[in-house]
Nanobody, 124 residues
Framework: QVQLVESGGGLVQAGGSLRLSCAASGRTFSAYAMGWFRQAPGKEREFVAAINWYGSSTSYADSVKGRFTISRDNAKNTVGLQMNSLEPEDTAVYYC?????????????????WGPGTQVTVSS
């Protein structure tokens, strides 16, 4: 099992940027894909971005493609999400998750461990 803690959320104006970070504990962090998901009030949790175990492959939801960038540092057991050109529709709680496999899958059932989440609020 991997314990995950997100940080970096906050309040930002539309058009601004935020960088989320997820710190993982556990020796097996580098063996798995990692993902970011988000959940807005009254909506289901949705896929945002994912990166494979080595960092050589990434995937993004269409709604964030070109604006968000996921990265990982296996030496530091961290995964990041750089969010640019933020929109009010990006407002949500953002969750970091550890994949069950090395490859990328977008579904929530492909992820085994979840952080508690960090709030991102984008004002118009």
């Amino acid at each position: 099992q991997v314990q995950l803690v997100e940080s970096g959320g906050g309040l930002v104006q539309a058009g601004g940027s935020l960088r989320l970070s997820c710190a993982a504990s556990g020796r097996t962090f580098s063996a798995y894909a990692m993902g970011w998901f988000r959940q807005a009030p009254g909506k289901e949790r949705e896929f945002v971005a994912a990166i494979n175990w080595y960092g050589s492959s990434t995937s993004y939801a269409d709604s964030v493609k070109g604006r968000f960038t996921i990265s990982r540092d296996n030496a530091k057991n961290t995964v990041g999400l750089q969010m640019n050109s933020l929109e009010p529709e990006d407002t949500a709680v953002y969750y970091c998750a550890r994949g069950r496999l090395r490859a990328i899958y977008p579904g929530t059932d492909s992820y085994a461990d979840w952080g508690p989440g960090t709030q991102v609020t984008v004002s118009s």
